[in-house]
């Protein structure tokens, strides 16, 4: 199957996997062949994009990092905990279902061998800080586990990693979703997100003190012009500059109320731009090696004009991967990018 998204879907189009609501409940079945209706229910709801088998790309297993329904589970659980700082009703119920959250996805990942993952994520618009909030929780576990962690640091990780934004619970929405840009007066106030969650978690819940860190200092940069407390290098915490490179990653690549996101490519470019300044390189350098610019399903067109999916990746480098060429009426024709030395001179343009 391959990712198309949501405003180039049509219909007759077939789901190639199962979609589900905000509330986790079955949204549409895979198989199913998508009517005008449901793309225009998909476009509301707020899917940048999903995955439809077509002939060509039927066999292609795509990697979502964790399992969709597992994922969404902890979104849901995720939104409960907001949903308590919100209404001040406090009770351990929604932060031990996250806690049981994390852990589930810790046990998936660290089960899961594969070298590099290669993520295409099914948001819904509307949901954005939960989302975001999980999958900053999943990549940063996946960097971890590449780094070496074990299961209990791991733990740590993701749940600081999954909170991480908690504190924007006390900022107005009208800043947060803001479409132009912001005045120094209200940028002032987003700053103080980070330690005002930190603080009402040590206060509330009992969290580990490890996952704060990842709290407070995700907007720490790596130079010392981050924030809340511009420190520097290896004075911040490792959790924390783990969770400031894939925090940014996942934002650049969701679309926003102020501009769309960016491709996985380009963001990656981003984040390969700011190591040494913005990024600690080592985490950089594990970024690069496990995420990759180009997900398995991804549509691409190359240098030379054909047009192909990417069906696999390559652990040394993610920029050329391997691509099942649509040639009409043909078997299909396999591009190793980056181990074809005749194919050197190809490389990929765009996503299409």
């Known amino acids: 199957m391959r990712y198309v998204p949501s405003f180039c879907l049509s219909s007759g189009m077939i789901l190639g996997s199962d979609l589900f609501g905000s509330d986790n409940e079955l949204l549409l079945s895979k198989g199913q062949a998508l009517t005008d209706l449901e793309i225009d229910r998909i476009r509301k709801i707020g899917y940048q994009g999903i995955h439809v088998t077509d002939g060509f790309s039927d066999e292609l297993l795509v990697d979502y990092g964790v399992g969709a329904y597992l994922k969404n589970n902890a979104v849901i659980s995720l939104k409960d905990v907001f949903t308590q700082v919100q209404t001040e009703k406090i009770s351990e119920q929604p932060i031990n279902k996250i806690k049981m959250a994390m852990h589930e996805i810790v046990d998936e990942i660290v089960a899961d061998k594969n070298a590099i993952i290669n993520m295409v994520d099914l948001k819904i618009y509307d949901e954005y800080t939960y989302y975001h909030s999980v999958n900053v929780a999943v990549l940063s576990t996946v960097l971890g586990y590449a780094m070496g962690y074990g299961k209990n640091a791991l733990y740590k990780l993701a749940l600081g990693a999954a909170l991480h934004d908690i504190g924007k619970v006390f900022i107005s929405r009208d800043i947060l979703d803001k479409p132009g840009a912001l ?7 987003i700053k103080k997100h980070s330690s005002a969650g930190s603080a009402y978690l040590r206060e509330k819940w009992d969290i580990p003190s490890e996952s704060h860190y990842a709290v407070l200092t995700h907007h720490e940069r790596f130079d010392g012009t981050g924030y809340p407390g511009g420190i520097r290098e290896d004075k911040i915490p490792e959790f924390g500059r783990i969770a400031a490179v894939v925090d940014v990653y996942d934002a650049l690549t969701t679309d926003r109320p102020y501009r769309k996101g960016m491709l996985p490519s380009e963001a990656v470019e981003y984040i390969m731009g700011g190591s040494g300044n913005m990024f600690d390189p080592n985490v950089v350098k594990t970024f690069l090696r496990e995420v990759s610019p180009y997900p398995v399903g991804t549509c691409v067109l190359l240098s030379n004009g054909e047009k192909g999916v990417v069906v696999e990746n390559q652990a040394k480098c993610g920029t050329r991967p391997k691509v099942m ?28």
């Open 183 to 189: 005045t120094p007066e209200e940028f002032e106030i």
């Open 325 to 352: 060429i649509d040639r009409e009426n043909q078997l299909p024709v396999y591009y190793d990018l980056y181990n074809d030395m005749s194919l050197l001179n190809i490389t990929i343009r765009s996503i299409c």
